[in-house]
């Protein structure tokens, strides 16, 4: 059961917590008719995403093997069978469809929601297939999939989503996907042994670039976004700007942990173990959600 665990990476779910974006920015957070359905496409994209890591780790079973650490995962060590975890992966996506039936979209479309979970999955396993060997494109589909993800938390209850939550989303996400793939060129600048195809087309002056440029870009869009004139009339507040220092401080310290320390290669170990990125993300939902709620 723990080298099944260990296959699912439910440690990793913590990213499917975008889907209450929606919510977050809407003031229904706390609606329970609005948090349900928001809950089970969380567990939907939970389950979708552990069928994908199965996947991954049986398409990858002998580059993982030469890993210092991923030669632990289950399959690579042999815990778990690859016929074991095909039948797991299986399992995943049915639950992940399956869950998305106790769905009721306020106007009736649940097709979308459907199209939305599934293309996430298909995008997935095309990018477990083939597309994360292709420098640019890799980074590209991992930011897509978060951008689905809030999509998905907009369409299970009806919340229209803004043009910024959507942006600001892929552009996030875009910068912590660039700052995994540095972690993997400075591991092959050491080793000598390239853990994914896609980072022989990366080296470390193009990547600190792109880091910074995506950087610059998410911090003035953010700062775009906190001065809108739509913005502060919607949430009927003109400090929203005020957040920015969070945000700032965040993308700061993230840039010190890739650059500084280069521990950038699990974004999620990063969220859980940092207490300065813990604090800015704490301050940051505190400070929004006086804004938005009192």
């Known amino acids: 059961m723990t080298s099944i665990l260990k296959l699912l990476r439910p440690q990793q779910w913590v990213k499917n917590l975008f889907v209450f974006l929606p ?12 948090l349900l359905p928001c809950v089970l496409v969380f567990f939907a994209f939970c389950f979708a995403a552990s069928g994908i890591y199965c996947l991954n780790d049986i398409i990858d079973v002998e580059a993982d093997r030469k890993h210092p650490e991923k030669c632990k995962r289950p399959i690579a060590s042999g815990a778990v069978s690859k016929r074991a975890g095909y039948i797991i992966m299986a ?40 597309l994360k060997q292709l420098a ?6 991992i930011a897509i999939g978060f951008v689905l993800r809030v999509l ?3 369409m299970a209850t009806g919340i229209f989503l803004s043009h910024w939550i959507v942006l600001l989303t892929f552009l996030l996400t875009l910068f912590l996907a660039f700052a ?3 972690d993997d060129v400075v591991a092959l600048e050491k080793s000598g042994v390239a853990m994914r195809q896609s980072v022989n087309r990366y080296n470390l002056p193009f990547m600190n670039l792109a880091i910074s440029i995506i950087a610059s870009i998410t911090m003035v869009c953010y700062i775009m976004y ?22 700032l401080a965040g993308i700061i310290r993230y840039l010190q942990i890739t650059v500084v320390d280069m521990q950038s290669g699990s974004p999620t170990k990063v969220l859980l ?14 400070t929004f959600a006086l804004i938005l709620y009192l």
């Open 91 to 130: 399992v995943c996506f049915i639950i992940s469809l399956a869950l998305l039936v106790f769905i009721h979209r306020p106007d009736g479309r649940n097709g979308l929601l459907y199209l939305v979970v599934g293309g996430y999955v298909v995008m997935n396993i095309a990018y477990s297939l083939k």
């Open 180 to 182: 995994k793939r540095r």
């Open 152 to 154: 998905a938390g907009g």
């Open 23 to 34: 919510l977050f920015f809407d003031r229904h957070l706390f609606d329970v008719e609005y």
């Open 226 to 247: 906190s001065v809108s004139p739509r913005v502060v009339e919607r949430f009927n507040s003109p400090y929203v700007y005020l957040t920015s220092l969070f945000v």
């Open 273 to 286: 173990k940092d207490r300065f990125i813990q604090g800015c993300v704490i301050c940051w939902l505190v």
């Open 136 to 141: 640019i494109i890799d980074v590209f589909i």
